[in-house]
């Protein structure tokens, strides 16, 4: 069966400090990965997604990137973190014809 | 670039109502759709997928229904309950493999 994986579930950062969130897929190959974040009461804001290796689609964010060095991990980066940058991050996979699933989240809070 | 709606931002109703959430989108070049409920501070839950080729599809209590001509979806819920209290969320997957969500619509059911 596929399972997600996202870490740390929690993670205080100050402001100005670098980041990196790991998300990694089991029992898939060649899944659409996808990063997202959402603000409190909020709904999910699409960040980055990749429809395969070294593949990476970019909406909006101005100091954040994603990388995909392996078919099922994708990883979320900053050099440096912004106030703005603080709130729940949320990985998914998905095939196209396929339900999504999501991993249970990384609460960031940057101070 | 696809926007997706949800109406009511927050519904409230007492136990045993039947109640009608609303998902509207732009671009009617979809693969799919699908609803999600979220329970507070997790992640998210599938609840129904329906592809751009299917009217509707049904889990359990839940009716998922698509007119995707129009841009637009329906999640009927019957008999509600206290534990379908969460945020329902419906994502669209568009012909570049990117989901793009609502910001949700609230529920309480209220005892």
């Known amino acids: 069966s596929q399972t997600i994986h996202q870490w740390p579930a929690t993670l205080v950062q100050p402001v100005g400090s670098p980041l990196s969130l790991e998300c990694t897929v089991e029992?898939?190959?060649?899944?659409?990965l996808y990063w997202y974040r959402q603000a409190a009461g909020r709904g999910l804001q699409l960040l980055f997604y990749?429809?395969?290796?070294?593949?990476i689609s970019s909406e909006v964010p101005q100091n954040l990137s994603a990388s995909r060095p392996q078919d099922r991990q994708f990883i979320l980066s900053s050099k440096k973190l912004l106030l703005s940058d603080s709130g729940f991050y949320l990985c998914?996979?998905?095939?196209?014809?396929?339900?999504?699933?999501f991993g249970q989240g990384t609460r960031l809070t940057v101070v | 670039k696809q926007e997706v709606t949800q109406i009511p931002a927050a519904l409230s109703v007492p136990e045993g109502e039947n109640l009608v959430l609303n998902c509207s989108f732009t671009?009617?070049?979809?693969?799919?759709l699908q609803w999600f409920r979220q329970d507070p501070g997790k992640g998210l839950t599938s609840l129904l997928l329906?592809?751009?080729?299917?009217r509707e599809q049904t889990s359990g209590r839940l009716n998922a229904s698509l007119d995707k001509s129009s841009g637009r979806s329906t999640l009927y819920i019957a008999a509600s309950q206290p534990g379908d209290s969460a945020t329902y969320l419906c994502?669209?997957?568009?012909?570049?493999?990117?989901?793009?969500f609502g910001a949700g619509t609230r529920l309480t059911v209220k005892p």
């Open positions: 998914a996979w998905k095939y196209t014809n396929t339900e999504a699933f």
């Open positions: 029992g898939t190959s060649n899944p659409n």
């Open positions: 990749s429809v395969g290796i070294g593949q």
């Open positions: 671009d009617s070049a979809i693969y799919n």
């Open positions: 329906i592809q751009s080729s299917q």
């Open positions: 994502a669209v997957l568009g012909n570049n493999n990117d989901m793009r």
